[in-house]
């Protein structure tokens, strides 16, 4: 950068991901970027920024659902063939496979927003 050139906002892809897994603005990390369960936001209420050009779509579904069931589906199918556990073990996982979606999902989406920040791949 040469001199008295403005320097370049930087907007780090780990940081900004990091913020909104939290549920914290990729850009401040103070505002919120979820209001409620999973609704996204239209601008930060800490800094401003302008955060409805960045729909995430089914984009966290889609990563929770894939974290999900490469986690549980092999653990479930191993647990079923034991037959000494019993059925509980296979609803402990079921559950606990549930729990971890409910869990997940807002801050995955929280997350896709700071990846398409950090980006800036706004809606077209
Ligand atoms: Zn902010």
């Known amino acids: 950068m040469s ?5 370049t906002p930087t907007r780090a892809l780990g940081r900004a ?9 990729p850009a401040c990390g ?6 409620g369960y999973i609704s996204p936001v239209a601008t930060c209420n800490a800094c401003g ?12 579904p889609y990563i929770v659902t894939f974290f ?14 034991d037959e000494a556990l019993g ?6 996982t079921i559950g606990a496979a549930l ?5 997940l999902l807002p801050r ?10 950090a980006l800036d791949i706004p809606n077209t």
């Open 87 to 92: 059925g509980w073990a296979l609803y402990v």
């Open 68 to 81: 999900v069931g490469l986690v549980f589906t092999p653990l479930t199918f191993v647990l079923s063939l």
């Open 17 to 25: 991901i990091a913020r909104g897994f939290i549920g914290r603005c």
């Open 99 to 103: 729990l971890t979606a409910i869990l």
């Open 3 to 7: 001199v008295g050139q403005t320097p």
């Open 30 to 35: 103070r505002g919120e970027v979820i209001r």
């Open 49 to 60: 920024e302008d955060l409805s050009r960045y729909q995430t779509a089914d984009f966290a």
């Open 108 to 117: 995955t989406k929280g997350a896709a927003i700071g990846l398409l920040w």
